[in-house]
């Protein structure tokens, strides 16, 4: 019988390259605003907005064997220019509702099950204009860590944090030659990140072959914390 997973947030991006890995060996769940190309993959979707909903798990099942919160932001702003509407609007969508999901569905996963969460290479590396992303996703790097200890060795957390990934959400960023030259430019690799790269990790850390893996904060980031190679 497969295992089950579940992704928050998987019907583009990073989360979408993952459950098209997945979709082979598990059970793949999707609890999403909207459904998009999941209609492509051999996957069962839960309509479900991570900063309103309360995730229904009569609609999950029994057990679960990994998890991944894959929903995040990218603000890049002055503070001067960041409200503490802002603030709180990237704590909820990035922090608050994560933990009020893993609260829900912790009951579920079973004996050797892995979660994965999702940072940014902004939290171990200051970088101008990110203060309000990075500050919500050291608040997850803290939480992945203090629940890996709590719930060892029954339940593995990683944490993912990237650099810049060609993705929907990072358009504003890259939506010319000139931008994305420029993006690629700043890491020692000379490109940005692709989704396959971040799923290829989140991949092998909700499998068993990470199974020794837990509590760690893991950058995949073109060298960028790193090394300095100007």
């Not at 459904?35 to 309509?47: A, K, M, R, W």
């Not at 919160?69 to 969508?93: A, D, H, T, W």
């Not at 979660?115 to 992945?144: C, D, Q, R």
Request: charged share 20%; glycine share 8%.
């Amino acid at each position: 019988m497969k295992k089950n997973i579940l992704l928050i947030g998987g019907s583009h991006g990073i989360g979408f390259e993952m459950a098209k890995v997945l979709q082979n060996d598990f059970e793949v769940y999707i609890a999403s605003r909207t459904q998009e190309e999941l209609h492509q993959l051999n996957v069962t979707h839960i309509p479900f907005d991570a900063t309103t909903d309360e995730l229904d798990t009569a609609l999950l099942p029994e057990e679960l064997h990994g998890f991944a919160y894959c929903p995040g932001s990218i603000n890049l702003k002055p503070l001067k220019m960041l409200s503490m509407e802002v603030f709180r609007q990237e704590m909820e969508l990035n922090f608050f509702s994560l933990v009020n999901v893993v609260k829900t569905i912790i009951p579920k996963m079973v004996e050797g099950s892995s979660m994965v969460f999702f940072s940014t290479v902004a939290v171990g590396t200051g970088m101008p204009f990110h203060t309000s992303v990075a500050a919500a996703k050291g608040a997850i790097e803290g939480f992945a860590k203090s629940l890996a200890a709590e719930y060892a060795p029954k339940v593995r957390v990683n944490c993912i944090a990237p650099s810049l990934v060609d993705t929907t959400l990072a358009g504003r960023l890259l939506n010319n030659d000139k931008k994305k030259e420029m993006m690629s430019s700043r890491h020692p690799l000379k490109r940005v990140g692709e989704a396959q790269d971040i799923a290829n990790l989140a991949v092998f850390l909700l499998s068993d072959k990470s199974s020794w893996v837990t509590g760690q904060i893991m950058g995949v980031d073109g060298g960028m914390s790193t090394l300095n190679v100007s």
